[in-house]
């Protein structure tokens, strides 16, 4: 069995120094805390919207296909769709689907940093709609939040800016 050898008199890594001075660990740290604080504030928004919405809507655009794939757990959150329509969305195809705020659904949004991203219906229940980007948090069949996930855009109703521009502070 050959010895293992350490460079120099200490333990450190061969230019971890040399990391630790250039702000790499700093920078790593603090994405690290943005992505928590971002994840804390997407947790209090879900909070709130899963307190005073009646339907959560998710969209897809016919044959796109980005997200997840190895995720089943929105395939089996979609099982509990109790309303599906096709449309015409500036000049694209477009399925909703909607479906009630269960703690289920609520606890597969929390699970990620931003829910406001793209998710892979693995199950391909609605194929050709597969990738669901688009979501909106309805109350009364009034949109409260549709969160454009490919714009990158979120239209709040006034009913809730305050309350969301709340989250943003924070």
Known sequence: MESLKFLGSSNKI??????????IFRDDRQAEEEDEKAKRRSERQLAYLFDV???????????VCAGDETDERFAEIMQSA???????NRGMRVLRVYLK??????????SFAHFDRYHF??????APYVSFADIVFLQN???????????GYFDVHESIRD???GFEKD
């Open 14 to 23: 061969e230019g971890q120094e040399d990391a630790a001075g250039s702000g």
């Open 53 to 63: 919405c009646d339907t959560v809507c998710f969209h897809a655009e016919k044959g």
């Open 82 to 88: 109790f309303r599906t329509e096709e449309i015409e």
């Open 101 to 110: 705020p269960t703690p289920e659904l609520k606890s597969y949004l929390s």
């Open 121 to 126: 219906d693995c199950y391909e229940r609605f």
């Open 141 to 151: 069949g009034i949109p409260l939040l549709n969160c454009l996930t490919h714009e």
């Open 163 to 165: 309350v969301f521009a």
